[in-house]
T-cell receptor, first 110, second 115 residues
């Protein structure tokens, strides 16, 4: 089983739609969780951290479910510019080793 | 502020040649990571350093790969000899210990093609 697993997609949604991605992790001791965004042929960039209580940043909401070992990302009112690959990232704990999921591709269409 | 700087941005070489990729982390960051990205395998952590010391190199594919960090502002990833299957985008990322583990700042990557 991979340490971090994501549905590769692609998710094809119209502008204005709400879309959600899930990611599961295998190490129950994992301590830090993030969502990164990667545009085509660009480097990954931090989108947001994921906290146990859930957190929101504008149209983006991240949730953590430790019991089921998954994190989620919800995007409301999708924009064309949201088209990218979204990478789930987990720090297994005890250091700075950081594991990336394979990513979920999102296409937002007019 | 300058971000993570990688060079070269693109490298095309022939099988058997030595390849050296370079990285300058963000000033003040004390952790540095080398990742490799391919369509098939995604982003793979190769090695990471903390305070210039290699902490975990379990992701380094084989002895042909080596990485060094002689000082806080410079790191290299060397492949010798290179093989076609090494073709990938190699990313360097940095972070700082007082930050949250996992908050990485990536360079633009070095796209390597081995013919």
């Amino acid at each position: 089983r991979k340490e971090v697993e994501q549905d590769p997609g692609p998710f094809n949604v119209p502008e204005g739609a709400t879309v959600a991605f899930n990611c599961t992790y295998s190490n129950s001791a994992s301590q830090s969780f993030f969502w990164y965004r990667q545009d085509c042929r660009k480097e990954p960039k931090l989108l947001m951290s994921v906290y146990s209580s859930g957190n929101e940043d504008g149209r983006f909401t991240a949730q953590l479910n430790r019991a089921s070992q998954y994190i989620s990302l919800l995007i409301r009112d999708s924009k064309l510019s949201d088209s990218a690959t979204y990478l789930c990232v987990v720090n297994p704990g005890g250091g700075f080793k950081t594991i990336f999921g394979a990513g979920t591709r999102l296409f937002v269409k007019a | 502020d300058a971000g993570v700087i990688q060079s070269p941005r693109h490298e095309v070489t022939e099988m058997g040649q030595e390849v050296t990729l370079r990285c300058k982390p963000i000033s003040g960051h004390n952790s540095l990571f080398w990742y490799r990205q391919t369509m098939m395998r995604g982003l793979e952590l190769l090695i990471y350093f903390n305070n210039n010391v290699p902490i975990d190199d379990s992701g380094m594919p084989e002895d042909r790969f080596s990485a060094k960090m002689p000082n806080a502002s410079f790191s290299t990833l060397k492949i010798q000899p290179s093989e076609p299957r090494d073709s990938a985008v190699y990313f360097c990322a940095s972070s700082w210990t007082l930050g949250k583990p996992g908050e990485l700042f990536f360079g633009e990557g070095s796209r390597l093609t081995v013919l």
